[in-house]
């Protein structure tokens, strides 16, 4: 109990200083540990930039730890991503994995995005007891009137998937974790920022990881 209410406020942490959070995550009851020694790292996306700073940024932090990883764009050519592909060419491309020896995916994607509205201004202390109704009303009439009293903002909605390419397996779901991206401004912290939280996610769940992540996740 103490790491599971550990793992939630180091989350919560991760989520008040950055523009992710973890929304839930998903542990394959069957799998108390599980590790890996050759983990291929997709990100999907058409934008081939953040796809490799994603990549990149996940395959920094698994030398760190010492688990060996490559990213997809180094192993995948152009026509792969570029051209729609059947369940068997995805049987033969993890058949092509197993014989070099990898024994997981790590697989990211956008799954949806929606926009919504923040207050601009700070709304007034729910303690505050002693107003009256004419100075509520006076303090926030400016929402008839102003179309500029909210702030827009896009919410979008990622996925982190661990799969097992076991021999004798099919590609079993290990740990799924769902993570919200919310108006991301600065691509490159946004990155860090999430791949900092998946890291978290998996150790805390006994997945690759054991090592403390304060002593091992780098700094933005």
Known sequence: MKKIISFIAMALLFAGCS???LVSNWKNPDIVIFDANKVLLVGMTADTEAREVFESELKKEF???G????RSIDLFDVEFTETRQS???L???EQQLLDKDFDAILFTKIVGSENRKMF???MGSLGDRYGNFSDDYLDHQDIFYETGYYDNFTVYHAETSLYCICVGKERELIWRGAIDITDPQNIKKTIKDYVRLVILALQEQD???RKPLTENV???
């Open 63 to 65: 030398d760190r730890r």
């Open 67 to 70: 688990v060996e990883s490559f």
């Open 120 to 122: 601009k201004k700070n």
């Open 19 to 21: 523009s992710t959070s």
């Open 207 to 209: 997945i690759i990881f």
């Open 87 to 89: 369940e068997e060419q």
């Open 91 to 93: 049987n033969e491309v």
């Open 218 to 220: 780098t700094k933005p």
